[in-house]
């Protein structure tokens, strides 16, 4: 891998062109560099701020090539990106993070074993395959516990809630009866959460530790920093986001979500290998924010500051949420941010808000 930095006017590829493809492309922007925008769907939020969009479908492997072709190095904005379509990238550009990452965060089980391999906790956990594994599981884990599809969800989607053992065949059913991961349901006090980035050289930076509150599986709130944390726990914090980064062999930004136990013991709930929605609050309330950061790491440029310069909360906006807008641009101390989607739908993350100080 060429370790020398990327100069401004390089290219820089996004696989992906969402909210976090677009916020990427624009700090790209800021810069120097121009930011290719690679998805499926036409005038998806990223291609509006872009250099160039490039719509195709992932399984295109004549439109991936050349879209590798044109760039000096790869990112992602999802972890989800199949892996056809990661391999074609980094065999023709430098895909930052690399394939790595991605391989042992997609699949539940493969991304638990990874996390207790390196020495860190998480819930009990047992792999699924049929309605008659999850008997088994359920044994493993204790309940309550939750049956979650090994790949391809987010925002709480293919999860279902198992109280009882009669719930059971529910379950199985709603995630669609295809491979999963049963786990034990963590008690926790409070959810947390980590981002932190890794540079090509392998420093390690990490924002504070900041504290999550979710409704029906979908992040609404992120309190930065989180209160209450003494210095054991925020060593632990950092000791875990060294672990799992340097494990992954990571480059750019990436999350580690977090419970927090009555004894302040952390558990982790999951990795992300991205710049995350717990992070938004950064790019107004930290000297380098999360997409900066992303685009330095990606860059082979040093790290970023990531020390905040004020407490921020942020709120996201999620479907109708954002009718507010006009009462939200009226106020001195919100940051707004709005991702230009076309239409709203419930539970459709439009935008966000932080408050500083
Ligand atoms: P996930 O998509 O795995 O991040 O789950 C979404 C949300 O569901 C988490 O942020 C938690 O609020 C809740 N959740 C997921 N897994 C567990 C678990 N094992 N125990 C308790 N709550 C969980």
Not at 32 to 58: K, L, M, N, Q
Not at 114 to 125: L, M, R, S
Not at 187 to 210: H, M
Request: hydrophobic fraction near 45%; include cysteine; charge should be negative.
């Amino acid at each position: 891998m060429s370790q020398s930095p990327l100069a401004p006017g390089s290219i820089i590829g996004i696989l992906g062109g969402g909210q976090l493809g677009r916020m990427l492309a624009v700090a790209g922007a800021e810069l120097g560099f121009d930011v290719h925008i690679y998805d499926p769907e036409p005038d998806c939020p990223a291609s509006r701020v872009a250099a160039r969009s490039w719509t195709a479908p992932w399984t295109d492997a004549g439109a991936v090539q050349g879209f590798a072709d044109r760039c000096d190095a790869i990112t992602f904005e999802f972890e989800n990106v199949p892996v056809e379509t990661v391999a074609i990238a980094s065999r023709v550009s430098e895909l930052r993070p690399g394939a790595r990452s991605l391989e042992l965060t997609q699949d539940r089980i493969v991304e638990k074993n990874f996390i207790n391999e390196a020495g860190v906790q998480t819930v009990p956990y047992a792999a699924v395959e049929s309605l008659a594994d999850l008997t088994d599981a359920i044994a493993q884990t204790g309940l309550p516990a939750v049956l979650k599809t090994r790949r391809f969800g987010y925002d709480g989607k293919g999860q279902a809630w198992i109280r009882t053992a009669a719930d059971a065949e529910q379950a199985w059913t709603a995630i669609g009866e295809q491979s999963a991961i049963l786990e034990g349901a963590a008690a926790f006090k409070r959810e947390l959460s980590i981002v932190a980035a890794r540079g090509l050289d392998g420093v390690i930076k990490a924002y504070p530790l900041v504290e999550n509150v979710h409704g029906d599986g979908i992040l609404k709130l992120t309190r930065a920093p989180a209160t209450g944390i003494n210095d054991a726990m925020r060593k632990r914090a950092g000791e875990i986001a060294q672990v799992l980064g340097d494990g992954l062999d990571h480059v750019g930004v990436f999350a580690v979500e977090l419970f927090e136990l009555a004894d302040g013991e952390l558990l982790v709930n999951e990795i992300a290998p991205r710049v995350h929605n717990t992070g938004h609050w950064t790019m107004d309330a930290c000297a380098c924010g999360q997409f900066e950061q992303h685009m330095r790491a990606v860059a082979g440029w040093p790290l970023g500051d990531p020390a905040p310069h004020s407490t921020g909360l942020m709120s996201n906006l999620i479907g109708h949420d954002v009718d507010d807008w006009q009462a939200l641009a009226a106020d001195p101390r919100a940051r707004l941010h709005l991702y230009g989607k076309r239409s709203v739908r419930d539970g459709r993350k439009m935008g966000h808000v932080t408050r500083l100080g």
